[in-house]
């Protein structure tokens, strides 16, 4: 079995001999005792996005059988607006597949994400992480299909301006730079190895587009890009790396940002989220080495509520200043292959190709192999703000809503665009296609007039979505861009008062 393999990096699964999934108490406590554990943290994701930390101390082998069964109480109305102080206490519970060894911790440490639960012993209704997971048991029971995701994290590294630099790059063209003229490739490199020793499976990592210099500082902008995994896994990952990378950074003595825009004029970081369709195993997103019906119909859907799943991923006034045309940053609700000017990309899928590698090496006698099972397609209007157990579980929900719609080809094929819909030879295209909001307060209205969707099945609880809307509303940010325009300090006060969204 691969999570057998000895090149496995996850510790646990190493020692435990078993892929994450089927870690029971049982192998938990043994890794513990074997591993001299002294202490363990339960960490969760509340209504702010950060990742909370309840910490513990191992007092005994009981003391520990006891934590791990039956969680601890928190203070609810401490981590939601939502719900009422009068009637507060939750519980939260270790899911035994996140857990990781703490790389930070200075005494052996256990982490693990934590699911909330009532005081009746049910699940939150409306904690993040059960959203997601009533979305893909929803979308299992109706459609059959297994919703793999990955997301691309994107972001910068921000440090002291150096003194001398003998090799600099050049402006806002680092993408894919390498060490010299790259100078946080190092600590890339421990992050990527930090993240899969705790159980993230990465794709690879390489710098970005972005990187600039101000009077002061020097700015670098990176990506860790994932595999596609289940929808849960996939956002636990995130959960995870993002605060490794965020510590890893504090010993570095450097500031890291997942902001949607760190300054106008450069390259602003997204979250890119991929998607796939399983069934036994088999990817459904291609179909006679083509792009299924099925995957257009997923597309057609995420289209038809893009404006509203804004809400979740792009939930800060600074996320519209990155969704601006000429940026490589979608502005209006379409599709293409390939096309980076568009919201949802087809990327290539290695379909008709498999004899490239025998090109390559031709003194190798390789097998032919096809790989049509990598084929994803792409989201790209999310951002670091995102609410990431919310957005993917509107995703999701789109997805089905795509499958369920009985216009979805005819919807698909009218906003497929197969050119660069900014070049000034297709205005015309561009001008009959709707725009993504372009504020927090757009947002709100688009949430609101899609929100059935979102409720339907109890997914989403309508308190919440109210939330969601009164939160973005609040910003009152409706034409903030134009007035911002040219005021070049104010931007700067915005910008630094969300640069460490989510």
């Known amino acids: 079995m691969e999570n057998l393999s000895s090149l496995n990096p996850n510790r646990l699964e ?63 109305s401490s981590l939601f607006s939502h719900i009422e102080a009068g009637s507060s206490d939750l519980y939260v519970l270790p899911r035994y597949k996140t857990a990781f060894i703490n790389p930070f911790a200075s005494s052996p440490t256990l982490d693990f994400l934590c699911s909330f639960y009532t005081n009746e012993g049910t699940p939150l209704d409306s904690s993040p992480e059960n959203i997601l997971k009533k979305a893909h048991s929803e979308f299992k ?19 002291p301006k150096p003194e001398t630099n003998l090799y ?50 020097y700015f670098e902008q990176q990506e860790i890009e994932f595999v596609p995994v289940e929808a849960e896994n996939a956002i636990d990952q995130l959960v995870v790396a993002k605060w490794i990378i965020r510590m890893l950074a504090q010993e570095y003595d450097a500031t890291v940002s997942f902001a949607p825009k760190i300054t106008v004029g450069k390259a602003g970081s997204g979250l890119h989220i991929h998607m796939m369709l399983e069934k036994d195993g088999h990817n459904i997103m291609v179909e006679n080495d083509k792009l299924s019906d ?71 006698d390789l097998k032919i192999k096809h790989f049509d099972s990598k084929q994803t397609v792409e989201l790209r209007s999310g951002d670091g703000s995102a609410d990431l157990y919310n957005y993917l579980a509107g995703i999701i929900v789109a997805a089905q809503h795509g499958l369920e719609m009985p216009n979805a080809l005819e919807l698909a094929d009218k906003l497929y665009m197969n050119v660069n819909i900014f070049d000034d030879e297709h205005k015309d295209k561009l001008a009959k296609l ?43 940010d409706k034409d903030l861009s134009e007035r911002l325009y040219g005021k070049n300090q104010e931007l700067k006060i915005l910008v630094d008062k969300y640069l460490h969204c989510k």
Not at 185 to 209: D, P, T
């Open 14 to 76: 190493s020692f435990i001999k078993k892929p994450a999934s089927q870690f029971t108490k049982n192998d938990i406590i043994k890794f513990i005792e074997e591993n001299n554990i002294k202490m363990l943290n339960f960490r969760y994701l509340a209504e702010d996005g950060k990742l909370k930390a309840l910490n513990f101390v191992i007092n005994n082998k009981e003391h520990l059988d006891s934590v791990l069964t039956t969680g601890e109480r928190v203070d609810g």
């Open 141 to 159: 029971k109706k459609t059959g299909y297994t919703f793999k995701a990955m997301g691309e994290l994107e972001y910068y590294i921000i440090c």
């Open 168 to 217: 600099p790059a050049s402006d806002q063209h680092g993408y894919h730079e390498a060490a010299p003229y790259t100078k946080w490739e190092e600590f890339r490199l421990e992050a990527m190895e930090l993240i899969a020793q705790a159980g993230g499976k990465i794709k690879y990592g390489h710098s970005e587009v972005g990187n600039f210099n101000s009077e002061t500082e």
């Open 294 to 364: 099925t995957a257009k119909k997923i597309i057609a859907g995420i289209l038809d509520l893009s404006g509203a799943l804004t809400a979740f991923g792009n939930t800060i006034p600074t996320s519209y200043l990155r969704l601006v045309p000429h940026q490589e940053a979608p502005t209006n609700i379409c599709w293409g292959d390939r096309n980076r000017s568009v919201l949802v990309r087809v990327p290539l899928g290695w379909i008709g190709v498999s004899s490239m590698i025998k090109d390559a090496n031709p003194q190798d």
């Open 434 to 476: 709707e725009q993504l909001p372009s504020s927090c307060f757009e947002s709100a209205e688009c949430l609101e007039e899609k929100r059935e969707f979102f409720e339907k099945n109890n997914i989403f609880p309508s308190n919440l979505i109210n939330s969601y809307i009164n939160m973005l509303k609040s910003y009152d």
